[in-house]
């Protein structure tokens, strides 16, 4: 089970829970994605699918082939929408018993809502872009892992239009490397470019990809 966690909201967090869902199904898996963000379940807006409020339904007893819904426009995908708060940690104890990958899709930010996803995952993924403030919470979240006992998996950051121009421009870079690396926590699974349509975007699906790999050998952790 994987908390996908970033510092700020808007750094691209549920873009990217859902982006390596969909590369975990092009390595022939059916990963379980949970939206734990009850306050604004963007996960299941952004997918298409309906807001019926599927983990009260997992903390209840359903079953996940009941409880989650099959987003047609992310085939593979088993989506369970985001309920209440308050019957979140039973909904991801029933989780556990998954046998295929799981991603959860936190709140901004070190809040409780974080802690309570982020303390019941086997790793993190951490997600981040390059500017100073995002990158000072990205820290603070992977300080509140570290108290949880949580280990990092991996970062991905996403990159603005110019960090991306500046990367590719010089031959040879490694592209998990950057000037800012050194105030990226975790190890960078992979960077990917900001652009207008990211599900579209060969670039940002490789580093879907990258980072897929790596959570499914392990070596992100």
Do not use: N
């Amino acid at each position: 089970m994987i908390a996908v966690v970033g510092g700020k909201g808007g750094c691209g967090k549920t873009t990217t829970t859902l982006g390596v869902a969909r590369a975990l199904v092009d390595r022939g898996q059916t990963p379980l994605v949970i939206d734990a963000d009850a306050d604004m379940p963007d996960l299941c807006r952004l997918a298409g699918a309906e807001e019926r409020g599927g983990t009260d339904g997992l903390a209840a007893g359903a079953p996940v082939r009941e409880a989650a819904v099959r987003p047609p426009a992310f085939p593979g995908i088993r989506l369970v929408t985001a309920g209440g708060r308050r019957r979140l940690p039973e909904a991801l104890a029933a989780a556990a018993a998954y046998r295929g990958p799981t991603l959860i899709d936190t709140p901004a930010g070190a809040s409780p809502g974080v802690a309570r996803p982020l303390g019941r995952a086997d790793r993190a993924l951490l997600v981040t872009t390059t500017t100073p403030a995002c990158l000072e919470d990205a820290r603070s979240t992977h300080t509140l892992a570290r108290r949880l006992d949580t280990p990092l998996a991996g970062t991905l950051v996403r990159e603005g239009f110019r960090d991306s121009d500046r990367q590719s421009s010089v031959p040879g870079r490694d592209p998990r490397s950057g000037p800012e690396s050194d105030r990226i926590p975790g190890r960078v699974l992979a960077r990917v470019p900001t652009v207008a349509a990211p599900f579209e975007s060969s670039a940002v699906r490789a580093g879907w990809q990258a980072v897929a790999a790596a959570l499914a050998s392990g070596r992100g952790a």
